[in-house]
């Protein structure tokens, strides 16, 4: 069975990649793009852990295909940051110790940005629901919490919530 | 002397109920020594399985740890993790 | 207290520095597990168990071997049969024929799950199907799932040669009892005669699993003059390398092992599922191999930590004295012996000061898989028990549930029923910043409870080896050997940069393999800022009187006339002559010409950990409706020594408090009547997730452990023990209902307010 031929955009550079058929966005971005960032928790849809954003969509790559990357915009946790200068939300999770072992963070991260582009001025209680997609173990969703609300005021330009 | 203190299955299983012990030893491996010289298996129990509390304080392995006069020696299971 | 720098004067220690590997891991560019790869690389799969016993009769590996692209199989038969004998390796006894056979089983598969076979090959699609091409005969045998199941005499017996130890005279027939424990204190019959009130129950838990998000994984490579390197995601590279050896009959010096980053372990990662079979495929292949496990693999094949029966029964005089408590605690093992029942024993009953204490354990293997450490292991278990039986005597009593502790809680001096007097312990003023906290006092609004529960664990000291390397510029390398699970390089950095006296970005922490550090124990029993942090700053200390004597040289003077303040080398006093102060870089610069590099790493076994007591408060209110417990508000009150990171500590706490919910309310292993798991996935199993939760709120009590040179006892352990019973008596307190079997979930809710209602209407 010969390779589909996907011609993408991957945080704003055009790529071309060959995959299988069943093979997912995910195991493209990480074993063949070498875009290890975006992790594998579950691969059922369920952790978050894999967040991208497809043409201003949050979804999960472990359940996107390959091949449905063709002819759109993907952006991953690589894509998040402007060279060396962190987004918002990277430094506010800095800021604010919202990482422990860091595993689920890209995720969290890909996803807070969806949100934030979606809604600037969320409450607690949707980023809460925004972000129930994606599991941390470690955290208890405190500090995750009070990092994408920090980082939101500061989007809006907002001085820094206490 | 230092007593020692048996409180749980697996040193009493050794000392035929007894619960408690004054002992000679003024370091740890003479203890082993004498607690196996008088409960045969006692002290390899001790040296390969058990944490030992000296007056409160936990030693997971207690070579180097000093027995003073009077001290109250407990032996318990070593503790883990996660 | 002799603390190395006064506490008050401290600069570093207490903050909260943006951590130095933070940068790496909100960028996606950490390299956890499966993100490793090498040139040449290959994938392993595990072929595993459909059956939860079956004995194994035939494996045939030749259609899988005839497939293309695959370049290895291995089974039992490739590893060396290894004696059943016990041997302490730092977490605790560890049988190393049982991690052979956990690993890989031998003869029987003990668990839906059991790894038979695993194969290598050249892509991921190939060694799936090869791994469906291992032909497995079984003969299938019955099993047994639930301890007391498993505890009776007629049960399926997963070991024939398992004799209950601790038991006299040795019995005779084999069973699922691996062995009996007992603790005794007084004379508990006498006591509960003397008891005015009694309260009894009887309390099931259900196993729960670590549930880290990344799943096991790891990269081996092995050459042809058998030198191996393993990457691994782990809590213990050191514990990779001793017990991958053990498993392959390998030299441990020809091993190397990497620590890769973590991403959670809880005690999970504590032990080795993959890392023996990539390394013996990686050697048959010749190839580097690299595995991992899906999440399904996770949850049937790997620890989750004991369900258990615990029978709790407390005796009190009028006044709120306990005058006697009973507890006898049945916890799985999983497939192998080796619960936590030492720690169950004692935890529970070890916050009370009790005259007259009985406590019996079991230790109980089932066809379950096997279980490993989970934060405080055995103690939360118990403590929901015992912790929920304190409400219902503080009920009984018409006590406050707070002052029944206060009244009964140990405090220094106070003797546990295992026989260790409490020393240097915090757990009153614990309890003292509770009351005192505003939650404790807030009104509650009508359908509305509270619940309180305390926590105790002992933590642990152990071997752990640290170096501070001062380099040619005057920053600062420091090494540890332990995995960073959460925040311990910075805390790591801290404990040098305040005994340096520079600022913490000037030390840059970095986690060693086990060819760059001397030998450390695994991270985990919340013991690596204690322990680590202890060689660390000792090392820290050496390299002070270094840079002094270096200071001392360039100025012509006596070593002992200089002094190490603020960075910087000072004359010490007048008479010592009138030098400029040197900084660290100054004297970096100048380190060949006054004596080489200058650097130390000292290696210890720190003993006389202090312990830690939690107090949680947990407000819910019960949808009657659905059976839905909400978490309104959340405090958790811990004394943990001294915090060297302030948010990582409050994380800490956090996510304890957090995985105890999810233990509360939702997880739990469900099996079908062939003992298959039904849940193996985040949809079924359901951890708590960001929109059930409320904002938990931590509270740091620092009563300082006067044997670590900062105050500090370690923070991970104790949150995870509270919550059940908090949670549970917070249900009591909305609804009447006193829920003895967790989880407390929506179904189990629904049929208890049934059953009440009904009883009502009767
Ligand atoms: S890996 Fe995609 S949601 Fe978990
Ligand atoms: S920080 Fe570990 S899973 Fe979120």
Redesign the pocket.
């Known amino acids: 069975m010969s390779k589909h031929h996907v011609t993408t955009t991957i945080n704003g550079e055009a790529v071309e990649f060959l995959c299988e058929t069943q093979e997912t966005l995910l195991d493209v971005l990480r074993n063949t793009l070498n875009l290890t960032g975006s992790k594998e928790g579950c691969a059922s849809g369920d952790c978050g852990a894999c967040s991208v954003i497809a043409d201003g969509t949050l979804v999960c790559s472990c359940l996107m295909l390959g091949v449905e990357a063709e002819g759109r915009s993907i952006t991953t946790v690589e894509g998040i940051a402007d060279g060396e200068k962190l987004h918002p939300i990277q430094q506010k999770f800095l800021e604010h110790a919202a ?7 890209p995720g969290f991260i890909v996803a807070a940005k969806a949100l934030l582009d979606a809604n600037p001025n969320p409450t607690e209680e949707e980023a809460r629901y925004w972000l129930a997609g994606n599991l ?4 208890g969703y405190d500090k995750i919490i009070r990092a994408v609300m920090d980082a939101a005021a500061e989007l809006r330009g907002e001085a820094r919530a206490a | 002397m230092p007593k020692v203190v048996f409180s749980g299955s697996e040193t009493r299983r050794f000392t035929g109920g007894r619960t408690e012990l004054e002992v000679t030893a003024t370091t740890f491996r003479q203890l082993v020594r004498e607690l196996d010289a008088r409960f045969p298996g006692l002290g390899e129990q001790v040296e390969e399985g058990m944490a030992v509390a000296i007056d409160g304080v936990i030693y997971q392995d207690a070579y180097g740890a000093p027995l003073a006069e009077g001290a109250e020696i407990v032996l318990i299971p070593k503790i883990g993790g996660g | 207290m002799n603390y190395i720098v006064p506490q008050s004067e401290l600069k570093i220690v207490g903050t909260s520095p943006v951590r130095p590997d933070g940068v790496d891991k909100v960028t996606g560019r950490a390299t956890f597990g499966a993100d490793m790869a090498l040139a040449g690389m290959i994938w392993g799969k595990v072929k595993r168990s459909p059956h939860a016993h079956a004995r194994i009769v035939s494996i045939d590996t030749s259609k899988a071997m005839a497939l293309a692209g695959v370049k290895a199989v291995v089974t039992a038969a490739d590893f060396p049969e290894i004696p059943n004998e016990e041997a302490f390796v730092g977490e605790g006894p560890m049988n190393f024929r049982d991690l052979s056979r956990n690993c890989m089983a031998r003869d029987k598969a003990l668990y839906e799950g059991h790894a038979v076979a695993a194969v290598a090959a050249s892509t991921q699609a190939i060694a799936e199907q090869a791994v469906d091409l291992i032909e497995v005969t079984y003969e299938v045998l019955p099993h047994v799932i639930d301890v007391e199941a498993a505890m009776a005499p007629d049960a399926p017996v997963l070991h024939p040669d398992m004799f209950t130890a601790g038991i006299e005279p040795k019995p005779t027939r084999p069973s699922n009892i691996a062995k009996r424990v007992s603790f005794a204190k007084g004379d508990v019959d006498a006591g509960f005669a003397e008891a005015e009130v009694i309260v009894e129950g009887r309390y099931t838990t259900q196993p729960v699993h670590q549930a880290y ?1 990344e799943p096991h994984a790891c990269v081996a490579q092995v050459a042809t003059d058998g030198q191996a390197q393993i990457y691994s995601s782990t809590q213990g590279q050191f514990m990779v390398r001793a017990y991958s050896a053990k498993i392959l009959g390998w030299e441990i010096a020809n091993l190397r092992s990497f620590p890769l980053e973590i ?2 372990g809880f005690g999970g990662k504590t032990v080795v599922y993959l890392e023996p079979l990539a390394l013996k495929l990686a050697q048959k292949s010749g190839r580097p191999v690299k595995m991992m496990m899906t999440r399904e693999d996770v949850f049937r094949a790997s620890g989750p930590t004991s369900g258990a029966v615990i029978e709790v029964k407390i005796g009190a005089k009028r006044d709120g004295a306990i005058v006697a408590a009973r507890e006898v605690l049945k916890y799985q093992a999983g497939a192998f012996a080796g619960s936590p029942i030492g720690p169950g024993c004692m935890c529970g009953l070890a916050m009370y000061d009790i005259p007259n204490v009985d406590v019996v354990g079991y230790d109980v293997v089932s066809n379950r898989p096997k279980v490993a450490a989970y934060r405080a292991p055995g103690a939360p278990i118990t403590s929901f028990a015992v912790e929920s039986a304190m409400d219902d005597l503080a009920r009984k009593l018409a006590i406050d549930p707070l002052a029944l502790r206060e009244m009964n809680g140990v405090r220094d001096g106070s003797k546990t029923h295992y026989g260790v007097t409490h020393k240097d312990i915090g757990f009153l003023p614990v309890l003292e910043a509770a009351r005192n906290h505003p939650h404790w006092k807030a009104p509650l609004k009508p359908g509305q409870g509270r619940g309180v529960a305390c926590g105790f664990w002992f933590n642990i000291g152990g071997e752990s080896s640290g170096a501070v390397h001062v380099n040619e510029d005057g920053s600062v390398s420091v090494v540890s050997g332990n995995p960073d699970i959460g925040g311990s390089r910075a805390s790591m950095a801290m404990m040098a940069a305040e005994v340096l006296g520079i600022p913490v970005e000037q030390v840059r922490p970095i986690v060693g393999d086990t060819a760059s550090i001397g030998f450390s124990f695994l991270t985990g029993g919340s013991r690596v800022t204690f322990a680590t942090g202890m060689a660390v700053t000792q090392a820290a200390e050496r390299v002070v009187e270094q840079l002094k004597t270096r200071a001392a040289q360039i100025w012509e003077i006596p070593a002992e006339a200089v002094e190490w303040k603020d960075g910087k080398a000072w004359p010490a006093g007048l008479n010592a002559g009138a030098f400029e102060p040197l900084s660290l870089a100054q004297i970096a610069l100048k380190a060949g010409r006054t004596g080489g590099p200058i650097s130390s790493e000292v290696s210890l076994n720190a003993q006389g950990a202090g312990a830690g007591f939690g107090c949680h408060i947990c407000d819910v209110e019960v949808d009657a409706e659905t059976g839905q417990v909400k978490i309104l508000r959340y405090t958790a009150v811990q004394d943990v020594g001294k915090a060297i990171h302030r948010a990582y500590v409050e994380g800490q706490i956090q996510g304890g408090a957090a995985q105890g919910i999810g233990w509360a309310l939702n997880e739990e292993y469900i099996y079908d009547t062939k003992g298959r798991m039904e849940n193996a996935g985040f949809l079924d199993y359901r951890v708590p997730v960001a929109s059930d939760l409320p904002l938990i709120e931590a509270v740091i009590v620092e009563v300082p452990n006067p044997r670590h040179p900062f105050g500090v006892r370690g923070v991970g352990e104790v949150p995870i023990v509270p919550p059940m019973a908090a949670v549970a008596n917070a249900i009591r307190s909305a609804t009447g209902l006193r829920m003895p079997d967790l989880p407390m979930s929506p179904p189990k809710i629904c049929a208890a307010l049934d059953a009440a209602a009904g009883a009502k209407a009767a």
Do not use: Y
């Open positions: 990482l422990q072992c860091g595993f689920c963070t941390c173990r470690c955290t | 998000i991403g959670g």
